[in-house]
């Protein structure tokens, strides 16, 4: 097990330590026995994004260090939303779409703690205790230990006050709720540290005045570094649009495909703040990756090591066998979209359905409509020569004839001339 002068010394050599209200006294604190760590998730969709990742594994290495994860979803709070570095107001969630994000966060955070045992992690929900106050018990509680100046001066209020979008009085109200929630778990659960990513200091350091003011209560606040690439971009965007840890909205293909592509510049920034690749494995990737880049080391250790927490060892042999596709791997029990995600930047075609009644398609005019081939004396000289393929699988007779069989797919089969010239006929 991780020793508390162990996990300080991880969390600083991965770059892990961005703020801390006291690292002095949070190092005492975790060395006089196992402790309580919070971190809150806000269930804006029924999945988490790559940048969650950070979060959910920071709690899992206190875990491993002995000391008591708590994952907070924010079922209160998230019907407000955090204005924290946003640049205009977010989108109410209905009651019923906010629940099903809730039990879709919940559902992803289980895969990544230990919930088992009496210092088992926990998973908490702040709107049980947030339904039964009242408005005015918690002003009266709370929105008097708030000093208006402090809140007018927290950068996520100046920002938005300055914008066009403005700052609704919800919004302005959003850091109490969370500041509160330090308190309510610390009275209920002796939480004593709540950790998250940079954007939310602000709200850490409420939190911890607040429970001096009303509880005369000693906590502690850490926050991460957000998780962006060399440029200053978010991570876990793309064209397409966000990398999700539900496998319905990211395939583990797609996911390990990102990973497999991060730039040079990030990918050991990555390796340190998302895996437990240990120091000297690391530091082996770093001096891999520095000597021959186009090997991409480190690149595939992360994209491995990534898939296989977020979707198991299926999902990675899954992840593994779409990519030898590509490199003219066999293609069977596939489905169309994940041909789609494979082929994305293929050709493909449109073709009738009943082309592969009767008969069926002859090769040749297939080769033709996929754009592979101009005539059929084109198409006989690569057949003979060994060139075409139909699911990755060589086609020897010039005479063949294409069914529904021969689809990889409900509607799609994959055409190859050559090494690397796919196209795609769909059957529709």
């Not at 007018?152 to 609704?168: K, P």
Request: with cysteine; aromatic share 8%; proline share 3%.
């Amino acid at each position: 097990m991780t020793t508390t002068t162990d996990l300080i010394s991880e969390l600083r050599w991965r770059g892990l330590i961005h703020q801390c209200t006291d690292e002095s006294g949070l190092h005492k604190l975790l060395s006089e026995g196992p402790q309580t760590v919070y971190i809150g998730f806000d269930p804006t969709a029924t999945s988490l994004h790559v940048g969650g990742l950070m979060q959910l594994m920071m709690l899992r290495r206190f875990q491993r260090a002995g000391h008591r994860p708590i994952a907070l979803v924010g079922g209160a709070t998230g019907m407000i939303g955090d204005p924290s570095g946003k640049s205009e107001e977010r989108n109410l969630l209905n009651a019923d779409d906010l629940q099903r994000n809730v039990e879709g966060i919940a559902a992803q955070v289980q895969r990544f703690l230990d919930f088992d045992g009496d210092r088992g992690a926990l998973l908490i929900n702040n709107f049980d205790w947030m339904q039964h106050y009242s408005y005015l018990e918690f002003l009266r509680d709370v929105g008097k230990n708030f000093p208006i100046g402090q809140m007018m001066g927290r950068e996520s209020v100046r920002s938005r006050l300055e914008s066009e979008a403005g700052l609704s009085y919800t919004e302005f109200s959003y850091v109490l709720l969370q500041a509160y929630d330090f308190v309510h778990l610390a009275k209920t659960y002796g939480c004593r540290l709540q950790a998250g990513g940079s954007d939310q200091w602000g709200n850490i350091t409420a939190g911890i005045d607040l429970g001096r003011r009303m509880a005369g209560l000693q906590l502690y606040g850490l926050t991460a570094p957000l998780l962006t690439t060399s440029d200053g971009r978010k991570m876990g965007k793309t064209e397409s649009g966000a990398i999700w840890l539900d496998p319905e909205r990211t395939s583990p293909y797609a996911f390990y495909q990102y990973w497999l592509r991060v730039e040079d510049a990030d990918v050991m920034r990555c390796i340190a703040y998302l895996t437990e690749i240990d120091r000297e494995e690391y530091e082996s990737l770093q001096q891999q990756t520095q000597a021959d880049p186009g090997k991409r080391a480190a690149q595939k250790r992360l994209a491995a090591w990534m898939t296989e927490l977020v979707h198991g060892s299926a999902g990675l042999a899954a992840a593994n066998h779409a990519s030898e596709i590509l490199f003219g791997g066999e293609i069977d029990r596939l489905s169309d979209r994940q041909l789609s995600e494979i082929f994305a930047d293929v050709p493909s075609n449109e073709c009738p359905r009943d082309a592969l009644s009767g008969e069926g398609l002859w090769i040749v005019d297939a080769l033709r409509q996929a754009g592979l081939s101009n005539s059929s004396g084109e198409a006989r000289r690569a057949i003979n020569e060994g060139g075409i393929y139909v699911n990755n699988r060589r086609v020897s007779d010039f005479n063949r004839k294409l069914t529904a069989d021969d689809l990889a797919s409900e509607t799609v089969m994959v055409l190859r001339k050559g090494k690397r010239n796919y196209a795609l006929l769909r059957f529709v």
